[in-house]
């Protein structure tokens, strides 16, 4: 009988689960969390033919479980930040490796999982949510430090991140969030008001199985400030065998216990301070921009490929166990805009396919496309990630792309 992977919110980097699991040999069936996608989602959607069926959910459970209980599944899976709750609920229904509901919301909700660590006595950011541009001043005057971090409570990808510098500055950037659209969908209700943490920032990438946590990549994080917004300059990937990873790793697995992530990939931002480590946030899913063969080349195995293994029964840990070094170096380069309009011209990539150690662009651009200031991670155009085994080269490279980058892109639109 054939076995089935569902895959709840198959966008973004949960596009790859679906031609993984096939290459496994297993059908899949896309669950969509609702009728209404973001732009940003719709960009990134699946090839809607690869699945056997796809369902989107209308809030009926009864008839969504019935149905879906037609076929042999063998895993229930979020395919991107919006499907982790639905993921969840299916997956304890059907009594498959899952997460459970009990936390699920505090897995979403930024202000709960930040909240959840500090009743558990673990470091996390000082924070109040709030409708009400007076109580963040308040929370500032608290804090007696500038700036100070607002945010939605639930979006993705530094949506809406505003740091501000002053009372009044505050109160207006808080006035400008209540009510935009979040990039995941849906409109901002609360805005989550937080510290600034002085650190530097990693990324950890991990899979869980059997309430095991297995740590896949580690990335440190260099970001530039534009318009009272940080977003990311680029990612180096960090040595397994690196001081830091121990420290980060160690942390992370209290986090990871702490939110009942048991089962399934995770993503986490973290800051570490003079005082230790600090959450931002961490997704129960696949990390964003995940490029599997960045991984393969430089590990010897990818997040989205232990992911797969662990469903489908097929992983031995000890890849990662054992490994202590990097095979090569990588670094990934977040593209930055300075101009916007439409493209005159399908952009030609020869000047980056030139470089030595060049791996591979992701840049969904042609002729008639938009293109936006880069302000935030989803206004950025896309992403180059370099392969080398030698740093130096990587580190020359990097500033010759930034070189180049505003010649490119204001040429597109001329």
Same mark, same amino acid.
């Given at each position: ?12 980097? =949960? ?33 809607? +033919? ?8 209308? *809030? ?9 209980? +037609? ?13 982790? !709750? ?53 929370? @500032? ?15 993705? =990808? &530094? ?11 505050? !109160? ?12 995941? =969908? *849906? ?22 199985? !059997? ?9 440190? $994080? ?41 089962? =399934? ?27 599997? @063969? ?15 293994? $662990? ?20 670094? $990934? ?23 030595? @150690? ?19 991670? &989803? ?36």
């Amino acid at each position: 009988m054939n076995e089935f992977a569902v895959i709840v919110d198959a966008f973004s980097t =949960g596009r790859l689960l679906l031609k993984e699991f096939i290459k496994h040999g297993h059908k899949c069936i896309h669950v969509q969390s609702s009728a209404k996608v973001s732009a940003y989602y719709k960009k990134l959607s699946p090839n809607s +033919k690869l699945f056997e069926k796809i369902f989107i959910f209308d *809030g009926n459970m009864d008839f969504l479980e019935s149905e879906l209980r +037609k076929y042999n599944i063998l895993s229930i899976v979020p395919g991107a930040e919006i499907g982790v !709750e639905l993921a969840d609920i299916l997956s304890e229904k059907f009594g498959l490796a899952t997460n459970g509901t009990k936390l699920s919301l505090a897995r979403r909700n930024k202000y709960l999982m930040s909240d959840k660590l500090r009743v558990n006595g673990v470091n996390s950011i000082k924070q109040i949510r709030t409708k009400i541009a007076n109580k963040a001043k308040k929370f @500032s005057q608290k804090i007696g430090n500038w700036p100070i971090v607002l945010k939605p409570i639930d979006s993705a =990808g &530094a949506d809406g991140f505003t740091l501000t510098y002053s009372t009044n500055e505050l !109160e207006k950037s808080f006035l400008k969030l209540m009510s935009k659209e979040k990039l995941v =969908g *849906g409109i901002v209700e609360d805005i989550l008001v937080q510290e600034y943490l002085v650190g530097t920032e990693f990324v950890i990438n991990a899979v869980s199985w !059997e309430g095991k946590h297995y740590i896949s990549d580690i990335w440190k $994080c260099k970001k530039k400030m534009i318009n009272n917004t940080k977003i990311y300059d680029f990612e180096d990937l960090i040595s397994p065998n690196a001081d830091i990873c121990k420290l980060l790793s160690d942390y992370i697995r209290q986090v990871l216990d702490i939110l009942d992530i048991k089962y =399934g990939p995770s993503h986490s931002e973290v800051i570490v301070t003079k005082n230790g480590p600090v959450l931002i946030e961490t997704g129960a899913r696949l990390c964003g921009g995940l490029l599997p @063969s960045v991984g393969d080349q430089c590990l010897g195995y990818s997040q989205l490929g232990i992911t797969i293994e $662990c469903y489908t029964g097929d992983f031995n840990f000890d890849k990662i166990n054992n490994r202590k070094s990097l095979k090569k170096h990588s670094r $990934c380069i977040t593209l930055i805009s300075p101009v916007k309009g439409t493209l005159t011209k399908t952009p030609e990539y020869s000047f980056f396919e030139k470089l030595e @150690s060049f791996h591979s662009i992701d840049m969904n651009l042609k002729a008639g496309s938009k293109i936006n200031l880069t302000i935030d991670l &989803a206004s950025a155009p896309g992403l180059i990630f370099l392969v080398h085994e030698d740093i130096a080269i990587i580190e020359k490279e990097y500033e010759a792309i930034r070189l180049f980058e505003k010649e490119f892109f204001t040429a597109l639109i001329s």
